[in-house]
């Protein structure tokens, strides 16, 4: 799979709003490199109506959301041009013909203390049903009797540039809230800077999550072209 070429409104390193990098742009779909910090959507109350969708509105006015990241998570973030681009993009989602890969630093030398593949760039599967936290809304925990089947993919791909710390890359095989912070957590190695599911000491490693959406691959709906992008993340 190839990373998409540049179209002629391709609009890379040019912003779609204030702190928003156009990744990619054509007539049906745009890719963003959403910084951490912003929400992908209005929340609740008048303080929480600035995101990345309203931003990338005041210059693409088609545009509508098709998932999102965590406000907290930086990364590549997939929009739709128009309704029938979202539906054909949300069945993409759905069905899982969406790859997407993330890059994190956790908490300790996850390689050492967790079973995984002997060979190095193997991958390991992290397979625990998640539940809502109720009395805690909207926290997520494993709940083995009543949570939803959920699988991370994980590869430790070096230590992270803190001390006693694990850069891994993780691939969500389901699509669960919070999924890859509370199953890092649950192992016992939440990430750096989660100021949802780490404790004290670990949340202040970091200025922020350090989780990022670096990877999105897919088929393009219309012009059937195999479509990648990557993006590194700033830690």
């Known amino acids: 799979m190839q990373t998409a070429p540049p179209q002629n409104n391709y609009l890379a390193g040019h912003a779609a709003g204030e702190g928003i990098e156009t990744v990619y742009a054509d007539d049906s779909l745009l890719v963003f490199n959403k910084p951490a910090g912003l929400l992908s959507v209005p929340g609740r109350g008048e303080d929480k109506q600035d995101c990345l969708s309203r931003r990338v509105q005041q210059h693409h006015p088609d545009a ?15 929009m739709a041009r128009g309704a029938e681009m979202q539906r054909a993009l949300s069945r993409l989602f759905e069905n899982r013909e969406v790859h997407k890969r993330y890059v994190a630093v956790v908490d300790g030398l996850m390689h050492e203390n967790q079973p995984a593949p002997q060979n190095p760039g193997e991958w390991a599967l992290i397979d625990l049903p998640i539940a809502v936290d109720w009395p805690r809304r909207p926290l997520r925990i494993i709940d083995r009797e009543h949570g939803k089947p959920s699988q991370t993919r994980w590869r430790s791909v070096g230590s992270g540039n803190a001390a006693n710390s694990t850069r891994v890359e993780l691939e969500p095989v389901t699509g669960r809230s919070h999924q890859l912070r509370v199953h890092l957590q649950a ?13 004290a000491e670990v949340q202040a490693r970091a200025p922020r999550l350090l989780l990022h959406a670096a990877m999105l691959a897919f088929s393009h709906p219309e012009k059937g072209r195999a479509m990648r992008f990557a993006c590194e993340p700033g830690f």
Not at 64 to 78: I, K, N, P
Not at 187 to 199: C, K, M, N, S, T
């Open 187 to 199: 192992l016992g190695h939440p990430i750096l800077g989660d100021q949802l599911y780490a404790p």
């Open 64 to 78: 509508l959301v098709v998932h999102r990241l965590d406000m907290a998570t930086s990364g590549l973030m997939l």
